[in-house]
């Protein structure tokens, strides 16, 4: 097992170095100037304060170039500064990753906390009125996007429940119950549709599983009606539940950019987001690439949940 | 204080001051129930954008001049009418001759570090400013100072390469000269965290992306000022959240970009939402006059004529627009008045006059051209649309390309596409956005405008220091404009909508969206 985990470790390394090359060229690609951004609408962009600029942030090299200094940079630890503010990037992005940790860890906590019991309840009262309930609920969860969830909480929770601070400051580290009580709700709206979807592939691999004989044998041999469920039904059902975990995780990264927006939480989202606006190039290839290592990383982990939760793997590798 | 509510709602009722305050018709606190100002509280504002770095000097971007207003003050400033500059760090400056300044600073000034202000702070501000290092989107301004003299510790002159009027303006907005700290700069090389200002406001903390925390400043120099203990910007990039935000209580002042959502608030009780009275953001329209067909000036008079702008500042913005020429009204007394806008050449729609302009220039039967836009802004989009009408109808076949903000930028100044409108933001001086936009020697000068006529008109303009003569000029220019029909400005809007708690008084917008009332605001 260590050595697989070494093993896709190590590969994570070209995937980083190809995203990397990939959301370079990208933020390249879309027209428009960082230089318009600083300098403003009433400066030329040929004019001398304009190409002082260009010069100072290394905009007048050709592109591989540009890339490679990035690269050198990068390998060293060094990401550079933002080109918009000057400062170093690095900080940046360490002051605004636990924002985002929090907030998809706690949304993915809720995600499972609603939607594998949901699912179990679903598939066990399999075509009757609470697997109806559960499903119809679900479907609007994920038909319903979160920027439209986002606002209307906020305006009805503000109108109804004015003392339930939602838009407050978030400080973990200084105040880290405080920030916890107001991300509650942003991980609420960004966790809805991962709830779906962990909910609808519980209640599929729970159906499968509700049929097998061993379900039958273990009822016989006397142990209860939720411990068979639980510990034979749920179980044995868990290996494509933890595959959907996986993949929501990586959705829940993304679907935080949109939550953060909504709420103002400064998270590594609001940083990406304001970087590609301000075409912040260093900040756009540093913040891109701890996206990818953390969705990279979340698929790893749940490559070694496998062994994990099924014995048969480790033995056949 | 009562005294100067009254004149200012009586000067708005009667339309006299379009000046404006950003408000008139709904009187925000009636004359004698203005409670005494109140010392402490810190008061939570609802802030649209990040600011890009906190250094003054080295962004024109309005995130970092929202914040930067308060830490930081200038030589001069805008006094409530928000047309003339009036004392703020220098007390008195005379003007010898047209080529020098003379400013006495005010005494006992101290900075946020503990420094007092001396002419040597001054002089350095603006060798910063002009220091190529210091990348400063206004070195071409600035670079019209030939010298600078410090005779005392007191005294500031400023020795001009050439007769400038619009430099006091300059010297009193905040995004273009506020005033730093000689050491401060030299021990943090540069201001992008934050720095030692005179403002009545110090940071005290910047969390990107979150929050920015300021206090009170004790040494301020206006005594007994600022009232409130302390200014939270909280940063909600979302113009939802922040209207729930303002409702719920948690922000006390905001403000909004769409009229549909300014006006959804004026019915919110305890929220005070006055709806803007002057307009400072001119949308404008420029042309590619290298080539044909907007070479001709009967196509360009023709566009014109085909627009009905009433009916654009009615559909697009509620009403919530004022109708302009080539300089927005808020810029008095040099503007041309909403009011006269359509008595200038070729404004008031004429569909069959245009039909036969277009006729003469052989464009009888039309032709197709490219118009870029950005949705960025809310109105852009919109009044292009409804321009594609009201042009169809006389032949000109309008595909609206959009296109993302900064490329929108950049397409505007290099006139990449044969038509492309952008909204300008308020600047300091009528020969700020507009002027230098028409001259054939500016570097900015996106239609590739090349008229001696204009730019003699704005070259007076730029070197006379009588505001009568100013004002002559500036009124011929736009008679120019609109009669040879170089830019097409649809209408012009608010740059802002914003609005505040009950709670906070003393506050007033102002239509270029400076809060730098909020020294003398309180909350209740």
């Known amino acids: 097992m260590l050595r697989y985990a070494a093993g896709r470790i190590v590969l994570t390394v070209p995937v980083l170095f190809g995203v990397s090359l990939m959301s370079f060229a990208i933020i390249h690609l879309i027209p428009g100037d960082i230089v318009s951004v600083l300098a403003g609408p009433t400066v ?84 009757r009125w609470p697997d109806l309930f559960i499903r119809a609920v679900a479907l609007l969860g994920l038909s319903t996007p979160p920027f439209f969830v986002g606002v209307a909480a906020v305006l009805l929770l503000s109108l109804y429940w004015p003392s339930f601070k939602i838009l407050s400051a978030v400080d973990l580290r ?79 990264v993304a679907g935080a950019v949109v939550v953060e927006q909504v709420f103002g939480l400064p998270g590594i989202g609001q940083l990406m987001l304001n970087a590609i606006y301000h075409r912040d190039y260093t900040q756009v290839q540093a913040t891109v690439l701890v996206v990818t290592t953390l969705v990279v990383l979340i698929n790893i982990m749940v490559d070694l949940s496998y062994y994990a939760l099924d014995p048969r793997i480790q033995q056949h590798g | 204080m009562k005294a100067d509510f009254t004149r200012r709602q009586f000067l708005g009722s009667t339309g006299m001051g379009l000046v404006a305050l950003g408000y008139g018709a709904r009187p925000v606190v009636a004359a004698d129930e203005t409670p005494a100002p109140k010392r402490g509280g810190v008061l939570t504002i609802g802030q649209d954008e990040n600011p890009i770095g906190l250094d003054p000097h080295k962004t024109a971007a309005f995130s970092t001049g ?19 500059v009036e004392p703020d760090l220098a007390t008195a400056w005379e003007n010898p001759d047209p080529q020098t300044f003379v400013f006495h600073l ?98 005290e903390d910047f969390r990107p992306n979150s929050l920015i925390r300021m206090k009170r400043n004790p040494d301020y120099y206006e005594p007994g000022l600022p009232y409130l203990d302390g ?20 922000v006390q002042l905001t403000w909004l970009g769409r009229p549909d959502s300014a006006t959804q608030m004026r019915d919110v009780p305890d929220i005070v939402a006055p709806d803007p009275k002057s ?55 040099f503007a041309v008045p909403s009011g006269e806008v359509l008595g200038l050449p070729y404004m008031k729609e004429d569909v069959a006059a245009a039909k036969a302009l277009m006729a003469e220039a052989g464009y009888a039967s039309g032709f197709e051209t490219v118009f870029a836009v950005s949705p960025a802004n809310y109105g852009d989009v919109q009044i292009a649309q409804i321009m594609q009408q009201m042009v169809g109808r006389i032949g000109i076949r309008i595909k609206i390309l959009q ?36 001259d054939s020697n500016s570097t900015v000068n996106p239609g590739k405008t090349a008229d001696p006529v204009l730019d003699e008109l704005l070259a007076k303009a730029r070197q006379s220091y009588d505001e009568a003569e100013r004002t002559k000029l500036y009124r011929a220019v736009q008679q120019r404009v609109a009669d040879m029909a170089y830019i097409i400005t649809p209408c012009a809007a608010a740059l802002r909508w914003e609005m505040w708690s009950k709670k906070l008084q003393g506050y007033r917008a102002v239509p270029s969206a400076q809060r730098v009332y909020l020294r003398q605001s309180w909350l209740q």
């Open chain 1, 44 to 127: 030329a962009l040929d004019s001398e304060a304009a190409q002082n600029i260009r010069r100072a942030l290394h905009l007048d090299q050709p592109l591989p170039v540009q890339y490679g200094i990035w690269l050198m940079g990068a390998l060293r630890g060094d990401f550079g500064n933002s080109l918009v503010m000057g400062l170093p990037v690095a900080p940046q992005i360490v002051s605004h990753l636990p924002v985002t940790l929090v907030l998809t860890a706690m949304s993915l906590l809720f995600a499972i906390a609603v939607g594998l019991p949901a699912g179990v309840a679903a598939a066990k009262t399999r075509g």
């Open chain 1, 174 to 252: 200084h105040d880290p119950l405080g920030g916890i009580r107001t991300l509650l709700l942003p991980a609420f709206v960004l966790s809805l549709a991962s709830a779906t979807t962990i909910m609808r592939y519980t209640r599929a691999a729970m159906l499968e599983v509700l049929t097998e004989p061993f379900m039958a044998t273990a009822r016989a041999k006397g142990a209860g009606r939720l411990r068979v469920l639980i510990r034979h039904g749920l179980r044995n059902a868990l290996l494509p539940v933890v595959t959907a975990v996986g993949v929501t995780a990586a959705h829940l």
């Open chain 2, 66 to 84: 929202n914040i930067a207003e308060h830490i930081y003050t200038c030589l001069l400033r805008w006094d409530e009418t928000s047309s003339h």
């Open chain 2, 106 to 203: 005010r005494d006992g000034v101290k900075f946020h570090n503990g420094s007092v202000l001396t002419s040597e702070d001054v002089k350095f501000t603006f060798e910063r400013l002009v220091d190529p290092a210091t990348r400063s989107p206004w070195v071409s301004i600035f670079s019209v100072i030939k010298a600078i003299e410090t005779p005392d510790p007191k005294t500031v002159v400023f020795r001009l390469a050439s007769p400038f009027s619009p430099f006091p303006n300059y010297l009193a907005t905040i995004k273009y000269s506020a005033i730093v700290n000689r050491e401060d700069v030299r021990q943090r090389g540069d201001l992008v965290k934050g720095g030692a200002g005179t403002g009545p406001f110090m940071l």
């Open chain 2, 231 to 250: 200014l939270d910007f909280r940063i909600i990039p979302d113009e939802a959240s922040r209207m729930a935000a303002l409702r719920a209580g948690s």
């Open chain 2, 279 to 333: 307009y400072s953001r001119l949308m404008l329209l420029e042309f590619d006059q290298r080539k044909p067909p907007f070479n001709d000036v009967r196509v360009r008079r023709a566009f014109s004529l085909a627009l009905n702008r009433e009916l654009i500042t009615k559909v697009v913005w509620r009403g919530f627009a004022g109708l302009t020429a080539s300089l927005p009204p808020m810029q008095t007394p």
């Open chain 2, 403 to 438: 296109k993302e903000w900064s490329q929108l930028v950049a397409d505007f100044q290099s006139t990449e596409s044969p038509m492309s409108m952008a909204g300008l933001v308020w600047g300091p001086d009528p020969d700020t956005n507009i002027s230098i936009r028409l």
